[in-house]
T-cell receptor, first 115, second 112 residues
Framework: DGGITQSPKYLFRKEGQNVTLSCEQN?????MYWYRQDPGQGLRLIYY???????QKGDIAEGYSVSREKKESFPLTVTSAQKNPTAFYLC??????????????FGPGTRLTVL | GDSVTQMEGPVTLSEEAFLTINCTYT??????LFWYVQYPGEGLQLLLK?????DKGSNKGFEATYRKETTSFHLEKGSVQVSDSAVYFC???????????FGAGTQVVVTP
């Protein structure tokens, strides 16, 4: 079955440590996205990538970094510079072009708790 | 900038009741509009969409009509079930590459 996998589902880290969240898709989608979800605030875009080896900052990129070395993979690193990293992180992917809209498909999410 | 406003939750209903979740938007141009649903502990799933004015999106008994004159995209279902308990997000998309602008989400709780 095609889809998006995120691992792990729950992640605990000590304050000051960097942590990397995994996102893999086998949908052959060109674009991938990272969102952060906090209670009562909806989803906010952290980074997105439309093509391998290229990515762009979203609305709240400070304290995060990404890489896109393979089409299937878009890992997110939460660095120690992120002031409030505890949140639910969602990865998504979509095709690009060909229609008037682009449906994004979401992974199951990773809940990060920084102690 | 673009924005989406949803009614605050939680919305608590009895099974078989009528559900409405209000959504209004502000956007330049002609956005596509979406409703996503998030079941407990899961990611988001696309529930329905509308890409131009007066389009009606529908799925699983849910409906929403793209009203350009009132900049609204209200979600409705005639008879909810316990399994409809979830958080519902209204979203818009104006960029060709697919950036989504989400509302804050509305939690719906359906009791037997």
């Amino acid at each position: 079955d095609g889809g998006i996998t995120q691992s792990p589902k729950y992640l605990f880290r000590k304050e000051g440590q960097n942590v990397t969240l995994s996102c893999e898709q086998n949908l052959n989608h060109d674009a991938m996205y990272w969102y952060r979800q906090d209670p009562g605030q909806g989803l906010r875009l952290i980074y997105y990538s439309q093509i391998v080896n290229d990515f762009q900052k979203g609305d709240i990129a400070e304290g995060y970094s990404v890489s896109r070395e393979k089409k299937e993979s878009f890992p997110l690193t939460v660095t120690s510079a992120q002031k409030n990293p505890t949140a639910f992180y969602l990865c998504a992917s979509s095709i690009i072009g060909g229609r008037s809209y682009n449906e994004q498909f979401f992974g199951p999410g990773t809940r990060l708790t920084v102690l | 900038g673009d924005s989406v406003t949803q009614m605050e939750g939680p919305v608590t209903l009895s099974e078989e009741a009528f559900l409405t979740i209000n959504c209004t938007y502000t956007a330049t141009g002609y956005p596509s509009l979406f409703w996503y649903v998030q079941y407990p502990g899961e990611g988001l799933q696309l529930l329905l969409k509308a890409t131009k004015a007066d389009d009606k999106g529908s799925n699983k008994g849910f409906e929403a009509t793209y009203r350009k004159e009132t900049t609204s995209f209200h979600l409705e279902k005639g008879s909810v079930q316990v399994s409809d308990s979830a958080v519902y997000f209204c979203a818009l998309q104006t960029d060709s590459w697919g950036k989504l602008q989400f509302g804050a989400g509305t939690q719906v709780v359906v009791t037997p």
